[in-house]
């Protein structure tokens, strides 16, 4: 349980997203992590992320956890009812997991099943609950467990996106702070200004806050998300700064390292580092931390 013992000693964690495959082909995940296993404190396995099918997050952090590398499971409102849900969560546990994500799930329309029907059976404050339950030993229907899980809880906080008001983003964190709540996940941070009004509202030493380092890609990739991915405060200056690099993908390395030693010099708890398919990539970014 390495990164509730950095929480709790006011430690900074480093966290970093790995992708479950599109399959059964297990290697490259497990090798990209066993690169890493030593400079990250957990990883965090998507649950079909951006509703596109992949192996699940309870399997890729049950073989991951079974090469001796801790992780954060997800658990999202779209894929399952509350039956489901609790009953994974109980898996997870019993199969040495202890720290999970509750997150709402990208809607089908996203991802490359576009037929898929959306569960929703509960909302996430809901399946916050719902965790908090099954740690005292009942489940939603007050029926009392053989043996109760002690998770690490996390969820998202939307720090730093754009078009929502600093209070809402506030109020919503409150609610699942009070669902029991441990850690938050931002979205993807490219400059400090778009966090500076939610920081300036809450006390970075008394809440376990973990922005989303991002790798960027490309130039293309970084204007795009500047031009379409309305949430996502990217500034000019480092669009221009990666068009005059005669190395644009080491630039971009070098960006996200540079964003995580800023992080860390702010008080921050931790950072997820996101490479989106790019976990190869992580060696060097941990490099320059």
Not at 32 to 60: C, I, Y
Not at 66 to 85: H, P, S, W, Y
Request: net charge negative.
């Amino acid at each position: 349980m390495q990164l509730k013992r950095k929480f709790e000693k006011g430690e900074f964690a480093i966290l970093a997203e790995i992708e479950p495959p599109k399959g059964v082909e297990i290697s490259t995940m497990v090798s990209n992590a066993t690169r890493v296993k030593g400079d990250v404190d957990a990883f965090v396995v998507p649950e079909m992320s951006n509703a596109v099918m992949r192996m699940s997050s309870l399997g890729g952090a049950m073989i991951l956890q079974g090469k001796g590398m801790e992780t954060v499971v997800q658990f999202n409102c779209r894929d399952r009812n509350r039956i489901a849900l609790q009953a994974d969560l109980l898996a997870a546990y019993a199969c040495g997991i202890t720290n999970v994500m509750a997150v709402k799930g990208e809607d089908p329309s996203f991802g490359d099943h576009h037929q898929a029907r959306s569960v929703y059976d509960i909302d996430l404050v809901d399946l916050l609950q719902v965790v908090g339950g099954l740690q005292k030993g009942k489940d939603m229907a007050g029926i009392e467990l053989s043996g109760s899980p002690e998770f690490l809880v996390g969820s998202t906080v939307d720090a730093g996106a754009m078009g929502k008001s600093p209070e809402l983003v506030l109020e919503e964190m409150n609610k699942k702070m009070e669902a029991g709540t441990q850690f938050f996940i931002t979205p993807p941070i490219f400059d400090l200004s778009a966090i500076e009004p939610f920081t300036k509202r809450v006390h970075l030493q008394q809440v376990n806050i973990i922005p989303t380092v991002l790798l960027l890609k490309s130039l293309g990739m970084a204007r795009y998300m500047a031009r379409n991915v309305d949430h996502i405060y990217i500034p000019d200056d480092l669009i221009r700064r990666i068009q005059k690099s005669p190395e644009k993908v080491r630039e971009c390395v070098l960006i996200a390292a540079e964003m995580v030693n800023t992080l860390k010099a702010e008080g921050f708890s931790g950072v997820l580092l996101s490479t989106i398919g790019w976990e190869h990539k992580l060696p060097e970014i941990l490099d320059k931390i």
